[in-house]
């Protein structure tokens, strides 16, 4: 496996490995100022009130998830093309989840998928909307929120795929500001835009919100205990049950170096994204590119569709012919609903779900990919399709 291409992969720099070894010096490996440092970091990044860490990015959505006091039988939408953490996580809270159809060509849930699901289901009463920016970028921030208004629920963005993306042509309306939303979550897992080796990070513009995940990311404790006392307070207080959910001060560090290079990386990917924009549309008459974004993406993934009916060769199988060209794809995602806990037989509402997740392929994109390797993808899916084309290329 070593010298495969891989889908994705974290950038470690000098001064990554720099900043980890100085934080294993410190007095506070956890629970120390490199959390706080690396929280108030992503604050400013992301231009968002508060931001809570935590040691996952499902970890992040538990925590948005408990905050707003989600409770048994109460009802979440998700899309149905999205990593299966948001589902997992109202499932064990035993909410009542309903999924919604996505857009064909970019695998999410558009407006209209959304306002569908609500109307096929007649959902009278909704606690949470889950938005999911597939591949890094966020179209439909606005339409959202006034969806979210008109049914009094919470809207959370999983933004896992979007850290460093825009929710609009405004330069600085960065995807996590929750300008449009309540909470959004990020994962820091080494596919993702910066990466802290595991990882996760909770934002919001609301107080209350905020102070709810600083006690629920700590067992249940009272966190501000010791904010005016002056004596050593050695009571710890519970308030209510949770878990142990923290981000170390090691991790929070490489987070502190990492977030600093954002930006960096973030272009790195635009830029990769333009050549394969630029070089695979003379396969237009046999793929649709990612070309529909509107506002600026972070490029987390470069989704490609197969037009399935012009090439005699399944998507399944070009998986494995790049593999053998030591290629590593991914589709993202199997829909939540075909996965055996979440299993719907009847696919008749999930359109585009079912088209999206048949035809669609996941190309390797990370800063450090060279113009060599891009160029190498570039030419076995060319020769691989050229191959098995039905129609001559025009
Ligand atoms: C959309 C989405 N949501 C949630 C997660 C969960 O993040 P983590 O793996 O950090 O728990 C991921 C990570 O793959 C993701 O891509």
């Avoid at 929070?252 to 549309?281: C, D, M």
């Avoid at 199997?334 to 009847?346: A, C, G, W």
Wanted: hydrophobic share 35%; charged share 25%; with cysteine.
């Amino acid at each position: 496996m070593q010298n495969f291409i891989p889908y994705g992969k974290q950038t470690i720099e000098k001064d990554d490995l720099n900043s980890v070894l100085k934080s294993l010096k410190q007095k506070f490996l956890t629970t120390g100022p490199k959390v706080i440092k690396f929280e108030k970091e992503f604050n400013k990044k992301v231009k968002s009130k508060f931001s809570v860490s935590s040691n996952s990015g499902t970890s992040a959505i538990f925590l948005a998830l408990k905050a707003i006091r989600l409770k048994p039988k109460e009802v979440v939408i998700i899309p149905s093309i999205n990593f299966i953490a948001a589902a997992n996580v109202s499932k064990m809270i035993g909410a009542k989840i309903f999924f919604a159809d996505v857009d064909s060509r970019t695998g999410q849930m558009s407006p209209e998928n959304l306002i569908d699901c609500i109307k096929i289901n007649k959902l009278k009463k909704i606690k949470v909307i889950f938005t999911m920016h597939n591949g890094g970028f966020n179209n439909f921030a606005k339409e959202f929120y006034s969806i979210k208004k008109k049914y009094k629920c919470f809207l959370i963005e999983d933004a896992c795929h979007a850290l460093g993306a825009n929710n609009s042509s405004k330069k600085d309306d960065k995807v996590g500001n929750c300008r449009y939303s309540d909470l959004a979550t990020f994962s820091f897992h080494p596919l993702k835009s910066i990466t802290t080796g595991e990882g996760g990070m909770t934002t919001t513009r609301n107080k209350l919100l905020y102070k709810e995940m600083l006690k629920l990311r700590n067992h249940g404790f009272d966190v501000r205990k010791n904010s005016k006392n002056k004596n050593y307070n050695w009571k710890n207080i519970l308030l209510s049950n949770s878990l142990n959910f923290r981000l170390n001060d090691i991790q929070s560090s490489l987070g502190i170096s990492q977030i600093k290079k954002l930006n960096k990386f973030v272009k790195k990917r635009n830029n990769i994204a333009n050549y394969y924009l630029k070089k695979l549309s003379r396969l237009s008459n046999f793929i649709f590119l990612p070309n529909n974004n509107k506002f600026y993406s972070a490029w987390h993934l470069f989704i490609i569709i197969f037009k399935t009916e012009k090439i005699s060769i399944s998507r399944d199988k070009i998986i494995q012919l790049l593999f053998k060209s030591g290629i590593l794809t991914q589709v993202h995602y199997i829909p939540n609903y075909r996965q055996k806990p979440f299993l719907i037989k009847s696919k008749k509402n999930f359109k585009g779900a079912e088209y999206f997740f048949s035809r669609c392929l996941s190309l390797p994109i990370y800063p450090e990919m060279s113009k060599k390797q891009l160029n190498y993808v570039i030419k076995r899916i060319e020769n691989i399709i050229f191959k098995n084309k039905k129609i001559p290329n025009k």
